[in-house]
C-alpha cells in the first residue's frame, strides 16, 4: 500500500509499506476514507522531537475491510472514527474514562504501529477503540467534521473538562490551531457565558468568532495577561484552555485564570515548566494530558449527526495522499489552520 514516511525533519516521502493485515483475533483493518497533518506532527516535521522511520499520522476515518474472530462491535463495511489511541475499553484506566492510559493500548503512527496516513491501518483492540457511524449517505462537510472526532475537536473539549468549565463561565482559549478553535466551539456547545479567544490571525480571529467567541484578544504575553484581565474587571477567567504546549503560552494561561481556577492543558509540551509557587500563592491548578477522545466520541458524534456540530470547517487546506508533504508545509508556514488528505 501507498503510505506517507517520516524520514527526517521537513523530510516527508510517500513510498510503498506492506499491506496490514489481522494479527490478533482482536484486530480490524480499515481502508482510510480522509485523514489529516496534526498540530502535533509538526514538532518531529520541525526536528523538535524524535519519531523512528516509518508510518506516520494518527487520525482517520475509514472503512472496515476485515476483522479477526473476536471483534464484535463493527464488521466489513462499517464506516468508522479511529480516535488517535487505540484502547481495549475494559481496563481500570479505560472504565475511569481515560482510554489514552489503557494498560494494553497505544497510540497510531510510530514503534511500530500503523500510522493514519496511508491507504489502510491495522487497527488494535478494534472493539473498544472503534466508532461504527450510523449507515447513510454523508455529504462532505459532515465527513470532515466526523475526521475532528478523531482528535482535535474531542482534544479542545477535554481541554475545558481539564480545566472544570461550566455552563456560564467565563472561558479563555489560548492557541489559535484546530485544537484551540475547537476548544472554543466545546465552550459553546457548553454554555459558556463569555468566551475570549487569543489569536493574532485574522482568519482565525473570523472562525473563532463564527464558533463563538465573544471576544479576541491579539497581544501574546504580558501583554496578553493584560488585556484579559482589562476585559474582567481584573479577576480573570474561571477557566483556561491551554492548546499549544510551549511555556509562554501555559504562562499566559496560568496568568489569566483566576484565583481557585484550574488551568487545562492540552498542548502538547514544549518547554514548559510548572510555577508551583505561583499556583501556590493564588490557588490555581493545572491539569493536563492527552484527550481520551474514546470516551467523548458517542457524544460528540450525536452532535455533529444532528447538525448541533460543525468542527470540520478547521480545515482550510486539502491534498490527496501522493502531495501530502504540502499539506505539512502549509501548516508549518501558517498557511494553514489543518490540512485534510483525502484518499480515492
Known sequence: MRAAIFNGPRDIAVGERPDPVILQPTDAVVRVSLACVCGSDLWYYRGLSPHTPDG???????????????????????????????????CPHCLAGYHTACVQGGFFGGNGIDGGQGERVRVPLADGTLVAVPAGAYDDATMRSLLTLSDVMGTGHHALMLASAKAGDTVAVVG????????????????????????????????????????????????????????????GVDAAAECVG??????????????????????????????????????????????????????????????????GRVFDFETDLEHIADGYAAMDERRAIKSLVRFG
Do not use: C, W
Open 56 to 90: 506516520i499520522g494518527h487520525e482517520f476515518v475509514g472503512v472496515v475491510e476485515a476483522v479477526g474472530s473476536a471483534v464484535g462491535t463493527v464488521r466489513e463495511g462499517d464506516l468508522v472514527i479511529a480516535p488517535f489511541a487505540f484502547s481495549d475499553g475494559t
Open 176 to 235: 489559535d490551531g484546530a485544537v484551540g478553535l475547537s476548544a472554543v466551539l466545546a465552550a459553546r456547545r457548553l454554555g459558556a457565558g463569555r468566551i475570549i479567544a487569543l489569536s493574532r490571525n485574522p482568519a482565525r480571529q473570523a472562525l473563532a468568532r463564527e464558533f463563538g467567541a465573544t471576544d479576541i484578544v491579539a497581544e501574546r504575553g504580558d501583554a496578553a495577561v493584560e488585556a484579559v484581565l482589562a476585559l474582567t474587571d481584573g479577576v
Open 246 to 311: 510551549t511555556g509562554e503560552s501555559l504562562a499566559t494561561a496560568l496568568g489569566i485564570a483566576r484565583p481557585g481556577s484550574m488551568v487545562g492543558m492540552v498542548g502538547v509540551p514544549h518547554g514548559a515548566e510548572v510555577p508551583v509557587g505561583k499556583l501556590f500563592a493564588k490557588n490555581k491548578g493545572i491539569k493536563a494530558g492527552g484527550a481520551p477522545v474514546r470516551a467523548y466520541l458517542p457524544a460528540l458524534l450525536e452532535d455533529v449527526l444532528a447538525g448541533r456540530l460543525n468542527p
